[in-house]
C-alpha cells in the first residue's frame, strides 16, 4: 500500500447464483496476482485478499494506462448475497462495490436476480462478469488475455455466439430496468451497467473486470463514498475465534479509519458492549512463510479497508456481525451507535 496510505481501498463482494462462477473466479484474481512482481503480491488478509494496483496494472498490461490512484481492491473472501447482506457497515453493506457472476451459458437464474434487488436496494456499484466464455463451443482459449484480444481472434460463429449470449443478458437487464451493455460499448459507466464476458478457467477477460472495476471506484467513491482513510477506525466483526496462546480474538474487516494497537475500541457482546483495548493485530503471513511457527505477522496499526485478527482482553461473548469502533475521547456516543446499530440489525434479521 505504498504510495498514498491517505487512499482508502474499495471492498467488493462477488455475488451471484449458486455453481455459477463465484468461487472461481475469486481464486482466479487471487492466483494470477501470485505470478505478478513482489511489490504487486497478493496480500492475504483475514476473510479478505488484497489485489493491489501494481499486480492489477501488470495483468492488464498497455490496458492498464489510466492515471489510478486508489491501493488496490479488497475482495471479501466469501462470496454470496448472505455475505453482502450480513457485513454491514454504517447501516449499509460492507462492500463499496460487487461483481455480479453470470454464467454465460445459463443466463439468468432466480439468485442472480435476487443479488440484482440487493444491489439496487444498497445502491452499490457493480459490473456483470458473464463468465465461463471458455465453455462456448469452439472457444479458443488465449491465457489471461483480455476479452477483446481473445474475442477478434475467434471466428465469426464463436463472435455470433458470443454476441448473442451477452444480449441476452442485456435483455434480461433492461426487463428490470437496468440499462447494460458490453464493457467496451459503455460509454457512461454511471449510467450503464458494464457487462465484462471473461473466464475463471482461463483468465480471459480478468484484467477487463479489474479495470473496469478501478475505474468505478474512482468514479463512485471519489465523491460519494468518500474514498480517504480518516479519523479512528470502523469495522465489522467477521468471526470471533479462541486461538491457541492468544486466547478469544476478533476477526475484523477495518472497512474505515485507522487501527493501532493499545487504541481502545467497543463491540458488542449478546447483552451489553464492551470496551477494551488493542493488545495485538495478526495478520496471515504470506505463503512463503507459513513454515515459520507463529502462523500471524504482528503489525502495529492497520488502514482501511483490511482484514486483520484484533487481540485483547475481555472478548468473550463478542458476536459476530458486531459493528467494531475505535473510540478518540468519544466513548458514550461510540456505546449509544454500537447498541443503536445492534438495535438496527436485530429488527432486520427479525424481518427476514
Ligand atoms: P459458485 O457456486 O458460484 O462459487 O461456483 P464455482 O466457482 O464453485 O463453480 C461451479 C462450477 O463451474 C465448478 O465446476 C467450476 O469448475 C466451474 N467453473 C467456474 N468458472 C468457470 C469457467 O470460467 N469456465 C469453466 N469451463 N468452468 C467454470
Known amino acids: 500500500m ?57 495483468m492488464s498490461g498497455s490496458m492498464g494506462k489510466v492515471p489510478i490512484n486508489i491501493p488496490g481492491l479488497l475482495f471479501i473472501d466469501t462470496p454470496g448475497h448472505h455475505a453482502f447482506t450480513t457485513l454491514r457497515a454504517r447501516g449499509g453493506a460492507l462492500a463499496d462495490m460487487a461483481i455480479l457472476v453470470v454464467d454465460i451459458n445459463q443466463g439468468f437464474q432466480p439468485q442472480t436476480i435476487e443479488a440484482l434487488q440487493i444491489l439496487r436496494n444498497c445502491k452499490t456499484p457493480f459490473v456483470i462478469a458473464a463468465t465461463k466464455i471458455d465453455r462456448i463451443h469452439g472457444w479458443r482459449v488465449n491465457e489471461n488475455e483480455s476479452f477483446i484480444s481473445s474475442f477478434n481472434k475467434q471466428n465469426e460463429r464463436v463472435k455470433g455466439d458470443v454476441e448473442n449470449k ?47 472495476m478501478i475505474g468505478l471506484a474512482q468514479r463512485y467513491m471519489s465523491d460519494e463514498l468518500k474514498l480517504l482513510v480518516e479519523g479512528p477506525g470502523a469495522g465489522t466483526v467477521l468471526e470471533v475465534k479462541e486461538e491457541r496462546g492468544l486466547g478469544t480474538t476478533l476477526d475484523v474487516i477495518l472497512y474505515d479509519g485507522t487501527l493501532a494497537v493499545g487504541d481502545e475500541i467497543a ?80 429488527v432486520n434479521l427479525a424481518e427476514e
Open 2 to 58: 505504498a504510495e498514498n496510505p491517505k487512499i482508502r481501498t474499495p471492498i467488493v463482494c462477488v455475488m451471484g447464483h449458486v455453481d455459477h462462477g463465484k468461487t472461481s473466479l475469486l481464486d482466479r484474481i487471487r492466483g494470477s496476482s501470485v505470478v505478478s512482481s513482489e511489490a504487486g503480491a497478493i496480500t492475504q488478509h483475514i476473510g479478505a485478499t488484497i489485489v493491489p494496483i501494481e499486480a492489477i496494472r501488470t
Open 166 to 212: 451477452t444480449y441476452e443478458i442485456v435483455g434480461k437487464l433492461s426487463e428490470l430496468d437496468f440499462s447494460a451493455d458490453r464493457f467496451d460499448r459503455v460509454a457512461d459507466f454511471q449510467r450503464n451497467l458494464a457487462i465484462v464476458p471473461l473466464s475463471a478457467h482461463t483468465g480471459e477477460g480478468i484484467p477487463d473486470l479489474l479495470l473496469i
Open 267 to 346: 463491540v458488542a457482546t449478546q447483552v451489553d458492549v464492551v470496551v477494551t483495548k488493542v493488545r495485538s493485530l495478526l495478520k496471515p503471513r504470506p505463503m512463503q512463510e507459513i513454515l515459520t511457527e507463529d502462523r500471524f505477522e504482528r503489525v502495529k496499526s492497520v488502514a482501511a479497508a483490511a482484514g486483520i485478527k484484533v487481540t485483547a482482553p475481555n472478548l468473550e461473548g463478542v458476536i459476530a456481525g458486531s459493528p467494531f469502533f475505535v473510540i478518540r475521547g468519544n466513548r458514550d456516543e461510540v456505546t449509544e451507535k454500537i447498541k443503536r446499530e445492534m438495535t438496527e440489525i436485530h
